[in-house]
């Protein structure tokens, strides 16, 4: 477990590790049970027929099916960018040592942390346009989406960069770098690399977000879905392939996720004995005289 995850969580004991695997197994039980049932009634109503998936062996359904997701991942792909910057923008603010600023970035962290994203897209389809602020279809739905996810950002960042060791900032001043260069050239980098897992599963979080996008009408991976299961008449069909779209892609993203935690895990030594470095001309630049 790194720095990261144990101001997030702590170690589980023997006991608790016990007590995990029995309701991990339980859990496991109870899950094939219920789809044991879910597939058996199926069967009973004609659901799992041939005649019934024959659509789904056609090119244009499945043409359409992923231009609906071609939509949810250029959604997916703006938030996460626009989230990322503003997220870090914040968590810098929250660190700041001035007391508005840190004020001003912790009651927004704290605020749209607590609203529903739900609620966000429903100002922004129904009361911003009134003011005057009416944002393409797109947007509607990318707008809310970033205030929301900003603030779980910014408090990824913010746990990341306080888990590293006081000392690489101490040792970044020690030879001359003010604290903005410290922040840019000594602390962001390396807690990046601690945050690469926490920063792919807040994808996934967010790229499940996307599915509000029926909201908005904005046609993404499920209003997609639901569109094609009024003309089909096949409703658990497609649904059941628009879930196997999003498991595959959530899937992909959380395998990464464990990868990066992985290779964290094996380099992470390495690093902690590692001395802070910094290009030789910038030592060079910035060495007290």
Same mark, same amino acid.
């Given at each position: 477990?790194?720095?990261?995850?144990?101001?997030?969580?702590?170690?589980?004991?023997?006991?608790? +590790?016990?007590?995990?695997?029995?309701?991990?197994?339980?859990?496991?039980?109870?899950?094939?049970?219920?789809?044991?049932?879910?597939?058996?009634?199926?069967? #009973?109503?004609?659901?799992?027929?041939?005649?019934?998936?024959?659509?789904?062996?056609?090119?244009?359904?499945?043409?359409?099916?992923?231009?609906?997701?071609?939509?949810?991942?250029?959604?997916?792909?703006?938030?996460?960018?626009?989230?990322? &910057?503003?997220?870090?923008? @914040?968590? =810098?603010?929250?660190?700041?040592?001035?007391?508005?600023?840190?004020?001003?970035?912790?009651?927004?962290?704290?605020?749209?942390?607590?609203?529903?994203?739900?609620? =966000?897209?429903?100002?922004?389809?129904?009361?911003?346009?009134?003011?005057?602020?009416?944002?393409?279809? %797109?947007?509607?739905?990318?707008?809310?989406?970033?205030?929301?996810?900003?603030?779980?950002?910014?408090?990824?960042?913010?746990?990341?960069?306080?888990?590293?060791?006081?000392? +690489?900032?101490?040792?970044?001043?020690?030879?001359?770098?003010?604290?903005?260069?410290?922040?840019?050239?000594?602390?962001?980098?390396?807690?990046?690399?601690?945050?690469?897992?926490?920063?792919?599963?807040?994808?996934?979080?967010?790229?499940?977000?996307?599915?509000?996008? %029926?909201?908005?009408?904005?046609?993404?991976?499920?209003? #997609?879905?639901? &569109?094609?299961?009024?003309?089909?008449?096949?409703?658990?069909?497609?649904?059941?392939? &628009?879930?196997?779209?999003?498991?595959? &892609?959530?899937?992909?993203? #959380?395998?990464?996720?464990?990868?990066?935690?992985?290779?964290?895990?094996? %380099?992470?030594?390495?690093?902690?004995?590692?001395?802070?470095?910094?290009?030789?001309?910038? @030592?060079?630049?910035?060495?007290?005289?």
């Amino acid at each position: 477990m790194n720095k990261t995850q144990q101001i997030l969580f702590d170690e589980p004991g023997p006991r608790a +590790q016990r007590r995990i695997r029995i309701a991990t197994v339980l859990g496991a039980v109870l899950l094939a049970g219920a789809l044991a049932a879910a597939v058996y009634q199926f069967a #009973s109503h004609g659901e799992l027929a041939a005649a019934r998936w024959e659509p789904f062996t056609t090119w244009p359904i499945w043409r359409y099916l992923l231009n609906g997701l071609w939509a949810t991942l250029r959604a997916a792909a703006a938030t996460a960018v626009l989230s990322a &910057v503003l997220g870090l923008l @914040l968590a =810098l603010g929250r660190l700041s040592t001035h007391r508005p600023l840190r004020w001003l970035a912790g009651a927004y962290v704290e605020v749209f942390r607590t609203v529903p994203t739900l609620l =966000l897209i429903y100002v922004t389809l129904f009361a911003l346009p009134q003011y005057g602020l009416n944002f393409p279809l %797109f947007w509607k739905l990318v707008v809310p989406l970033v205030v929301s996810n900003s603030a779980a950002f910014a408090e990824i960042f913010r746990s990341g960069i306080l888990a590293l060791d006081r000392g +690489q900032t101490e040792a970044g001043l020690a030879i001359g770098l003010r604290r903005g260069q410290v922040m840019a050239l000594v602390v962001l980098p390396q807690a990046l690399l601690q945050l690469a897992p926490s920063l792919v599963s807040q994808l996934v979080g967010l790229l499940k977000d996307t599915s509000l996008g %029926f909201v908005v009408s904005y046609t993404e991976l499920l209003y #997609s879905g639901q &569109v094609l299961a009024s003309y089909t008449h096949l409703l658990i069909q497609t649904f059941l392939v &628009v879930a196997l779209i999003y498991l595959v &892609v959530n899937a992909s993203l #959380s395998k990464f996720a464990r990868v990066l935690q992985a290779r964290n895990g094996r %380099f992470g030594g390495r690093r902690k004995r590692r001395a802070v470095e910094l290009p030789p001309a910038l @030592l060079e630049g910035n060495t007290p005289r």
